[in-house]
């Protein structure tokens, strides 16, 4: 038995409001007389440790906060709330292997906690694990069986794993206990656009955004799906509003590639990709690759392609009319999104071509 578990009612709740008030005399201050025991010799050391590694993490120093927190845990400080804290610490810094195992822990601890099982669903996502992400969503589902985020967290993994009939139980069951529930709506429409309702998910983004109006995930998503339906001033009307309150750099930049994309459409300019080759056996050989074999035709532009835009997957960004060799143009025009044409032979190269919008 660790100096932690010996301690008496409330000697944990000293880790927590320290991490709160930085200090053991706020924490004395703040808490009831009969829960606040004093800290023994014994104790500090682990104390100081963990209002350490809060400060480090307050000043976003990830590393050095882990690394404290740690000989904490290490020293005894193995309640589950630390434990917790901890596993959050190692989910930002991108270490869900970690986290998990520290979750795991907390649950031997004190079982039944009901964002605990949310936090292993997370990390066993992050680890491309939908099975065990499932199973403890499934653990959670025991602990709270009419908990709405429960239900539409289970309607979610089994859309990911095209189970259909059992995400959308799930989720009617989620918006049953609870109609405002945000994430169900959102998977619902996920669920609309996976069997090819696009009207049904529109519709369901609308309520989306009725009950949430700056849900980024909602924005983009909607944008996204009235851009598919050719309603372009639409789209790019709910693409600048998710832009001004997006954060995600990565994110960001899809959004630019796609409002740039809608524009072009627009002004009638083409997008393609292409590879050029000096053989034509070669340039047939990569075709079957592709069409054929299901290789990737980026990769294989920057492996092959003598073009000067190899190295960015054989991208000829968008053109309009005239600015590509006739025999491009005509080609392109002829092709339905994603398909691959034909081995084209100009001069003495060959070339392939494939349609991006």
């Given at each position: 038995m660790t100096a932690l578990q010996r301690l008496p009612k409330g000697a944990h709740v000293c880790l927590l409001l320290a991490l709160v008030f930085g200090s053991v005399d706020m924490l004395a201050a703040q808490a009831e007389p009969e829960v606040a025991p004093q800290v023994s010799e014994q104790e500090a050391p682990l104390l100081r440790l963990v209002q350490q590694a809060e400060a480090h993490a307050r000043q976003g120093q990830l590393e050095l906060a882990l690394q404290r927190y740690e000989e904490a845990v290490d020293g005894g400080?193995?309640?589950?709330?630390?434990?917790?804290r901890v596993a959050e610490l190692?989910?930002?810094?991108?270490?869900?292997?970690?986290?998990?195992?520290?979750?795991q822990r907390s649950l031997l601890e004190l079982p039944a906690q009901l964002p605990v099982y949310s936090g292993l669903n997370e990390a066993f996502l992050a680890q491309d694990m939908p099975d065990s992400a499932l199973y403890y969503v499934r653990e959670?589902?025991?602990?709270?069986?009419?908990?709405?985020?429960?239900?539409?967290?289970?309607?979610?993994?089994?859309?990911?794993?095209?189970?259909l009939e059992q995400a959308f139980a799930h989720l009617d069951s989620a918006l049953q206990l609870d109609g405002d529930n945000v994430h169900a709506h959102r998977i619902l429409a996920l669920y609309y656009t996976q069997i090819d309702q696009p009207d049904s998910a529109l519709a369901r983004y609308r309520v989306v955004l009725e009950l949430a109006p700056d849900d980024v995930e909602g924005l983009n998503n909607m944008s996204f799906l009235l851009a598919t339906q050719q309603r372009y001033l639409e789209a790019l009307e709910l693409?600048?509003?998710?832009?001004s309150i997006a954060e995600d750099p990565q994110l960001l930049h899809a959004i630019n590639m796609n409002m740039e994309a809608i524009r072009a459409i627009m002004d009638g300019q083409m997008r393609a990709r292409y590879i050029l080759v000096q053989s034509g056996t070669l340039a047939n050989d990569l075709r079957r690759r592709i069409d054929g074999d299901g290789e990737d035709f980026g990769e294989l532009a920057a492996r092959f392609s003598k073009a000067p835009n190899a190295r960015d997957g054989g991208d000829l960004g968008f053109f309009g009319p005239g600015d590509m060799l006739p025999a491009v143009e005509e080609a392109v025009l002829q092709l339905e999104v994603g398909e691959l044409s034909p081995v084209i032979q100009i001069k003495r190269s060959y070339m392939l071509l494939q349609r991006l919008n």
């Open positions: 400080a193995a309640s589950a709330d630390v434990l917790n190692y989910l930002i810094a991108g270490n869900p292997a970690r986290a998990i195992t520290l979750m959670a589902r025991q602990v709270a069986p009419e908990n709405s985020g429960v239900r539409s967290q289970l309607g979610f993994l089994h859309l990911q794993a095209g189970r693409y600048q509003k998710t832009k």
